[in-house]
């Protein structure tokens, strides 16, 4: 493949334009003339200025290190248009031309380099491209229409499009900050119980009084009577008479059922049925649960309710010393007693002003502690 050559760029093929409009030719020595166009040459990281260059070698000037005598290198030229510059990066033997003017002559004058350069040479020798100090920028730049910019400025469109530019990024950061508040006042001021409650029939509660088997079982029994009887594993059998005359209702306990001591086996209803919700509840959480007066009860159909804590029960469970106590929740607003059974997130809410409290604390633990560590 017989390889592409440059026509040379002679100065009279511009015969007959404005000798002002056309830029200067150096002599380089050869059919190509050189171009003074702007541009800087870096060789082994040291920067040149540009004195001049054409499709065949360029001539740089600054401090030359002797040791680049004719050596090979490969060098970038850099063309800078001022909001973005060009570099070519072709390959160069090095001569000196005097001590601080180098001749980079290209080694492969046709390599990926030239369309680009001759692109850059030809547009500035036409004057599509001027130089401005180092600074290459097209020849002819559209002047703006007189008061174009004042125009759209001031135009009723752009004005309401800037107001509801504005107004939307308001509106969206507003909602950031409302999700991050609700996100944060989640995490510090809502506690949430692990093992969930149950909706159970408000009322006294029948215990078996020994681990046994139910013998005998009467829901219906008037008072003084017998309502269940156990056969205890030490072989005596246990009555238990009904207490009042009220609705009894069977905790899950049939007769031939196997209880230990302390089971419900009854719950008695005075009057008509209400409902409460009981759960067991890890023992550090009963303080702040005693501090809220009860807590969140989330029901399965989606329905918030604020449950009252029992503090008579509350306090029962305190004294058994157990890692998990049993509360009674007693809800503001009624449930359905056909939801007798159904389970129940728990939450404990924090007034704000506690935590208020606990900063404040924390701050005045911190202040004495520098004081302390500051003092001689």
């Not at 059919?31 to 065949?56: K, M, T």
């Not at 350069?117 to 600074?135: A, K, Q």
């Not at 059922?257 to 086996?265: C, D, K, N, R, Y």
Request: hydrophobic share 45%.
């Amino acid at each position: 493949m017989t390889p592409r050559t440059d026509t040379p760029l002679r100065p009279d093929t511009f015969s007959g334009r404005d000798d002002q409009a056309l830029p200067a030719f150096l002599s380089g020595g050869n059919e190509h003339p050189l171009i003074d166009i702007p541009y800087v040459a870096f060789v082994d990281g040291r920067q040149y200025s540009g004195e001049g260059i054409s499709l065949v070698e360029a001539h740089v000037v600054g401090l030359a290190d002797p040791a680049l005598e004719n050596q090979e290198r490969l060098v970038r030229i850099a063309f800078d248009f001022g909001g973005f510059s060009v570099s070519l990066h072709p390959k160069a033997r090095i001569l000196r031309d005097s001590p601080q003017r180098l001749v980079l002559r290209f080694t492969e004058p046709t390599g990926d380099h030239l369309p680009q350069l001759r692109h850059i040479l030809n547009e500035y020798i036409s004057g599509d491209m001027t130089s401005f100090g180092t600074v290459i920028r097209a020849g002819a730049q559209p002047a703006p229409k007189a008061g174009g910019a004042r125009a759209t400025g001031t135009s009723p469109l752009g004005t309401i499009r800037r107001i509801l530019g504005t107004v939307a990024v308001l509106a969206l950061a507003l909602l950031l900050f409302a999700v991050a508040a609700t996100f944060m006042a989640e995490r510090l001021l809502v506690t949430r119980i692990a093992a969930p409650g149950q909706v159970v029939i408000a009322g006294e509660t029948l215990r078996a009084v020994a681990d046994g088997q139910i013998t005998y079982l009467d829901t219906a029994a008037p008072q003084g009577e017998v309502a269940f009887a156990i056969a205890t594993t030490s072989g005596e059998t246990l009555s238990i008479a009904m207490p009042c005359d009220c609705e009894a209702l069977p905790a899950g306990i049939v007769e031939g059922s196997t209880v230990l001591a302390g089971e419900p086996v009854l719950t008695l209803v005075e009057g008509e049925q209400t409902t409460a919700v009981e759960a067991s509840i890890p023992r550090e959480d009963l303080f702040p649960l005693q501090q809220a007066g009860g807590a969140e009860l989330r029901l399965a159909d989606g329905r918030m309710i604020f449950g009252q804590l029992d503090n008579a029960r509350a306090a029962a469970a305190v004294a058994a010393g157990d890692d998990y106590v049993p509360v009674r929740l007693l809800p503001e607003e009624p449930i359905d007693a056909t939801l007798a059974g159904q389970a129940v997130e728990l939450r404990i809410r924090r007034d704000a002003g506690s935590l208020t409290e606990r900063l404040a604390e924390g701050r005045t633990f911190l202040s004495s502690l520098w004081t302390d560590l500051t003092q001689p």
